[in-house]
């Protein structure tokens, strides 16, 4: 090993996944971390995964449908109210809710 650590990169796949590569930790909701020897997974967005949070490319047989463009996910973005939201662990991470745009 070299020591070289990848940047983590989040991609939203248009009617698909979100994969997330690089260095990452995946937690439970209880906060435990998951153990895994990947460095990429594809988490699930379309709601319909068995497996939930990762993709089980379910959104194929729902047709799942998001153009995921980066002009819309910067709406969202600019456009979204943060909320916090207290973990089990006592961490506060921020979430969005759509405010009106």
């Known amino acids: 090993m070299n020591g070289h650590v990848?940047?983590?990169?989040?991609?939203?796949?248009p009617d698909g996944p979100l994969l997330v590569r690089g260095s990452f930790e995946?937690?439970?909701?209880?906060?435990r971390v998951i153990d895994t020897d990947?460095?990429?997974i594809a988490l699930?967005?379309?709601g319909r995964?068995?497996?939930k949070p990762l993709c089980d490319g379910s959104h194929k047989s729902a047709r799942f449908v998001d153009s995921a463009s980066a002009d819309?996910?910067?709406h969202v973005l600019?456009?979204?109210?943060?909320?916090?939201?207290g973990m089990s662990d006592g961490d506060e991470t921020e979430g969005l809710s759509h405010g009106e745009a």
Do not use: H, K, M
């Open 72 to 74: 819309e996910v910067s």
């Open 38 to 40: 990947r460095n990429v």
């Open 26 to 31: 995946l937690r439970s909701a209880d906060g």
């Open 6 to 13: 990848d940047p983590t990169s989040i991609t939203v796949y």
């Open 44 to 46: 699930c967005r379309c």
């Open 78 to 85: 600019q456009f979204a109210q943060p909320t916090a939201r």
């Open 49 to 51: 995964s068995r497996l």
